[in-house]
């Protein structure tokens, strides 16, 4: 399911956000199954999937609570279950722990297609934060058969505060985590000239065309696929 070397579609939209990005991203989809001329019920191994729009929309949190039984914002109760899951916890931030147990616990329940939005903020250093609650971004994964398909976010084009989010992640790098980012200062002095409100997002092909051609391993749908030399 994984291969170092993907396709990917980018995409960004002038005077959008992950909503619109969403209505985007359903629409493309579902294009291109039917541009293959196949249904929007597509069998996949052992299973069929459903592409009928709409697709099912829900909370990080709401999602976190529903299949690990622990409230999200409990951050003792989520680091206990970071460590029977063997998820290194020390000095690590706390929405750190509860990604590595989100990444673990929950993505593969997620068969989909479903967009799982509302991120923690402190984890999303390039997203807008929602307008009604700043603990969140304005970001989205679409999840389907527990494989990650696409992210999405609001773009964050204050640069006063896109500054301050670098110096926080360079400041958590020093301090050992793999995940975080390093201060990019030219990308601050774009933001500077002017940036208008924006979404982006990327989309993974490759695990699209899985899905689409009920293809097991992304070996068989790259379009360079590194293989062994056959043995005569």
């Excluded at 969403?22 to 629409?27: F, K, N």
């Excluded at 729009?53 to 622990?70: A, C, H, I, M, S």
């Amino acid at each position: 399911r994984h291969n170092p070397e993907f396709t990917m579609l980018e995409v960004y939209q002038a005077y959008g956000n992950y909503e619109t990005m969403m209505e985007l991203t359903e629409q493309c989809i579902v294009d291109a199954i039917s541009a293959s001329d196949q249904g929007l019920q597509l069998p996949y191994g052992d299973v069929t999937i459903d592409f009928s729009p709409p697709f099912t929309r829900k909370t990080y949190d709401g999602l976190f609570l529903e299949q690990t039984g622990v409230s999200p914002n409990d951050a003792e109760a989520v680091k206990r279950l970071a460590d029977q899951l063997g998820i290194e916890t020390a000095d690590r931030h706390a929405d750190v722990i509860k990604n590595d147990v989100f990444e673990q616990a929950v993505e593969k329940t997620l068969k989909g297609p479903i967009f799982v939005m509302d991120y923690p903020a402190s984890i999303c250093p390039l997203a807008k934060r929602s307008r009604d609650n700043s603990a969140v971004a304005e970001r989205f994964e679409l999840f389907v058969e527990g494989m990650e398909i696409a992210n999405a976010y609001t773009e964050l084009n204050d640069p006063d505060e896109q500054r301050d989010r670098f110096l926080k992640q360079s400041d958590g790098k020093e301090k050992g985590d793999e995940n975080a980012s390093d201060v990019d200062w030219d990308y601050i002095r774009a933001l500077e000239y002017g940036m208008p409100p924006t979404a982006g997002e990327g989309i993974g092909i490759d695990r699209l065309a899985m899905l689409f051609t009920d293809s097991g391993s992304i070996r068989d749908v790259i379009f360079f696929p590194l293989l062994r030399k056959r043995k005569e």
